[in-house]
């Protein structure tokens, strides 16, 4: 389902030039869960970015579902992060005045779904991630850390990406929390044939993941 083939992206920091991911490829089929790991500093961060259609490569290509996204127009690569991918942040990123619900309701309603279909759909994934009835009315500053990102998942599910991109999803949580969070994140790329990459220092979460790649002076090779 996503298939990078030569990536390469630099940057340059006064007189020097930093080649922040070296010509990476590798492949991931649909209803995968792989993991990157790499330390700060590696080139995961900026790989995340290229992936997500938030910077462009200086070569190669990024396929996601048999469409080459780094050669869309600006206009494209926006349509493109709304209908194809989803995102989960290590802070949540929920919009702290409206409800759990009201928060994975709102990308559907970007894409121009009726209400009803819209809370229908929220719901169903906020059960499927563990949220009660009652917590789902409930803002982000009533639901403890790992509510939230359980409501950061629903979320980045509820357009039906064919992918999503995880950055340090467990990075706030406990071990214990954050344990659950990747068994969770594990179950949802098989039941909604949804590939997930989670990028993250953490070496634990390899051990829960179908494909783990490590990434060191942005270089990438599979572990």
Same mark, same amino acid.
Do not use: W
């Given at each position: 389902?996503?298939?990078?083939?030569?990536?390469?992206?630099?940057?340059?920091?006064?007189?020097?030039?930093?080649?922040?991911?070296?010509?990476?490829?590798?492949?991931?089929?649909?209803?995968?869960?792989?993991?990157?790991?790499?330390?700060?500093?590696?080139?995961?961060?900026?790989?995340?970015?290229?992936?997500?259609?938030?910077?462009?490569?200086?070569?190669?290509?990024?396929?996601?579902?048999?469409?080459?996204?780094?050669?869309?127009?600006?206009?494209?690569?926006?349509?493109?992060?709304?209908?194809?991918?989803?995102?989960?942040?290590?802070?949540?990123?929920?919009?702290?005045?409206?409800?759990?619900?009201?928060?994975?309701? &709102?990308?559907? =309603?970007?894409? @121009?779904?009726?209400?009803? $279909?819209?809370?229908?759909?929220?719901?169903? +994934? /906020?059960?499927?991630?563990?949220?009660?009835?009652?917590?789902?009315?409930?803002?982000?500053?009533?639901?403890?850390?790992?509510?939230?990102?359980?409501?950061?998942?629903?979320?980045?599910?509820?357009?039906?990406?064919?992918?999503? &991109?995880?950055? =340090?999803?467990? @990075?706030?949580?406990?071990? $214990?929390?954050?344990?659950?969070?990747?068994? +969770? /994140?594990?179950?949802?790329?098989?039941?909604?044939?949804?590939?997930?990459?989670?990028?993250?220092?953490?070496?634990?979460?390899?051990?829960?993941?179908?494909?783990?790649?490590?990434?060191?002076?942005?270089?990438?090779?599979?572990?």
């Amino acid at each position: 389902m996503l298939k990078v083939t030569n990536l390469t992206k630099q940057f340059s920091s006064g007189a020097t030039k930093v080649v922040a991911v070296k010509k990476v490829g590798f492949k991931v089929p649909d209803g995968c869960f792989a993991s990157i790991i790499g330390r700060s500093g590696s080139g995961k961060t900026t790989l995340l970015s290229l992936l997500g259609s938030l910077e462009k490569p200086d070569e190669g290509s990024i396929e996601v579902d048999g469409q080459d996204i780094s050669k869309l127009s600006d206009h494209a690569q926006i349509k493109y992060r709304c209908q194809k991918i989803g995102f989960i942040f290590q802070g949540y990123n929920l919009i702290p005045n409206l409800t759990a619900i009201e928060n994975v309701m &709102l990308p559907m =309603e970007f894409a @121009g779904q009726p209400k009803q $279909q819209r809370e229908k759909r929220a719901k169903e +994934l /906020l059960d499927q991630v563990g949220l009660t009835a009652d917590q789902m009315q409930r803002k982000p500053g009533k639901l403890s850390g790992g509510q939230q990102q359980r409501v950061a998942i629903a979320r980045a599910l509820s357009n039906k990406p064919k992918l999503i &991109l995880a950055d =340090e999803p467990t @990075g706030n949580l406990d071990s $214990q929390t954050g344990d659950m969070i990747v068994k +969770l /994140l594990h179950g949802l790329a098989k039941s909604e044939d949804t590939t997930i990459i989670a990028v993250t220092h953490d070496l634990s979460i390899s051990e829960s993941t179908d494909k783990t790649f490590k990434i060191d002076d942005g270089v990438l090779k599979e572990v």
